[in-house]
């Protein structure tokens, strides 16, 4: 009765200020905030708030959806589990200095960028950027990118290895990839791309390499001003991360290895590098949300559960990690639920160990279809096996006292890839989905965990 009450007194307050500061808004609010994405249809240079949310702070606004295959559903199970990650969000909103770390770990569906790209933005509209986050070179090693930044490299010989791979080609780091040379000069050069990677001018750079690589100093025109602190023991087994500060926000980052032995002039032969290296981690010095987005093509729940890999991942230190996998098992020609399970559950307990005091948010994966052949013809039906994973995994977080997302539900639930195909938001292979598409899942995520906020602020 208390909440009941203490809840109307609010509503009244609010509503009564609309009332006095309503006059010609026409109850809408333009609030200046970073671009959205330059390559989005609709790039913000505002963001419309409605005026219940300005006057009354504990709301937060609620981007729309695109379109109207998504459902409007408690989608965020256990919420409880996230209040950390809430409390952590109510921090930056009442102006204190701090960076909150989200790592969103995953699949295709997350190497591309674009799902997790608009959590990010959405998320560092409302709450802040501290910074692009993690990136790693993976052009070089010879697959796709997201296209808000660039990792090149005058060497185009390169061994990659990922953490799909039975047989790695070359130890793996954070970002589940590594690429290795034999040269005895490499060099690498970061660059934000102009336009999809605007707002994301960074000052300092955390650079992960193998241990036994040859490190890198800054070269080109701003070398003057980066300040370079290599490191002098592994971060973890294996991984020395050396950091890059620089006098002011810069989009591109210019390295070169270097032989020398530190604190002498000593030249190390170069056989005795073992040069690997992983990708950086990009922060620009201010308060908000660091996103850092870590996918790769083909990756299941096995390919992550590595202690040595879950150890590098908690160089992070995320607040919040959330796992998108789930789709790649289902593909398996004898899918078991329990067997899944169980993978799921040998992947969680890893995180659990080494990152005890992170907030964990599974995702269901999204129906697709499976490519089938009628009278020697090709055709497609719908996956049913991600309907079953989605099952395991909601079960699964729920006896794990895990928070849950279920995209399944939250895109259509069963059939829906039908809808989805047929708006023309999944791509030719009927698996992955168009960077329309991707975002808009990144949005329903986005308002799925802001809903879930509101209403346990309408609560308190």
């Not at 990922?162 to 034999?182: D, F, L, M, T, W």
């Not at 102009?194 to 036994?212: C, H, L, M, T, W």
């Not at 292979?429 to 309408?458: C, P, S, V, W």
């Amino acid at each position: 009765m208390m909440k009941q009450t203490k809840w109307l007194v609010s509503l009244m307050v609010c509503l009564a200020l609309m009332a006095i500061s309503a006059v010609g808004a026409k109850g809408k609010l333009p609030v200046p905030v970073p671009a959205l994405d330059a390559g989005s249809q609709k790039p913000w240079p505002y963001q419309e708030k409605d005026s219940l949310s300005v006057l009354c702070p504990d709301t937060i606004p609620l981007p729309s959806l695109s379109y109207s295959i998504g459902k409007e559903v408690d989608s965020i199970l256990s919420p409880s589990f996230l209040q950390p990650f809430f409390a952590g969000l109510d921090s930056l909103r009442a102006g204190k200095d701090t960076v909150l770390t989200v790592v969103h770990l995953g699949d295709s569906h997350i190497q591309a960028g674009y799902y997790s790209g608009q959590m990010m933005r959405l998320l560092q509209a409302q709450f802040g950027n501290a910074g692009r986050g993690w990136i790693a070179p993976f052009k070089l090693s010879r697959t796709n990118e997201p296209d808000d930044y660039f990792i090149s490299s005058a060497i185009r010989e390169w061994v990659a290895g990922r953490c799909i791979q039975a047989n790695k080609k070359c130890p793996v780091g954070i970002g589940g990839i590594g690429i290795q040379s034999v040269s005895p000069s490499i060099n690498l050069d970061v660059r934000i791309a102009p336009n999809n990677g605007a707002g994301y001018a960074f000052s300092q750079a955390i650079f992960y390499r193998g241990e036994k690589s040859m490190p890198m100093l800054p070269t080109g025109p701003l070398k003057d001003s980066v300040q370079t602190s290599l490191a002098m023991a592994p971060a973890v087994a294996g991984v020395m991360a050396d950091t890059f500060r620089i006098a002011y926000p810069v989009d591109t980052l210019q390295l070169h290895s270097t032989r020398r032995k530190q604190g002498t002039d000593q030249l190390l032969p170069a056989s005795s590098f073992r040069n690997v290296y992983y990708g950086f981690s990009l922060t620009n010095g201010n308060p908000g949300v660091l996103y850092h987005s870590i996918g790769v093509n083909g990756a299941m729940f096995v390919n992550y559960t590595d202690e040595s890999y879950v150890r590098q991942l908690a160089l992070l230190k995320p607040s919040l990690l959330i796992v998108s996998l789930g789709t790649n098992e289902t593909f398996g020609r004898r899918f078991n639920s329990e067997e899944f399970s169980g993978q799921v559950r040998a992947f969680i307990s890893l995180v659990k160990k080494y990152m005890p005091d992170t907030a964990i948010l599974l995702t269901t994966p999204p129906e697709c279809y499976k490519r089938t052949y009628v009278d020697k013809k090709r055709t497609y039906v719908r996956n049913a096996n991600t309907q079953l994973a989605a099952k395991a995994l909601v079960k699964v977080a729920h006896e794990e006292g895990l928070a849950c997302w279920d995209l399944f539900t939250a895109t259509g639930g069963k059939s829906s890839c039908t809808k989805w195909h047929k708006e023309r938001l999944m791509g030719r292979d009927r698996i992955h989905f168009t960077k329309e598409g991707y975002r808009e899942q990144g949005t329903l995520l986005y308002r799925a965990l802001m809903q879930t906020k509101n209403k346990k602020d309408d609560d308190r």
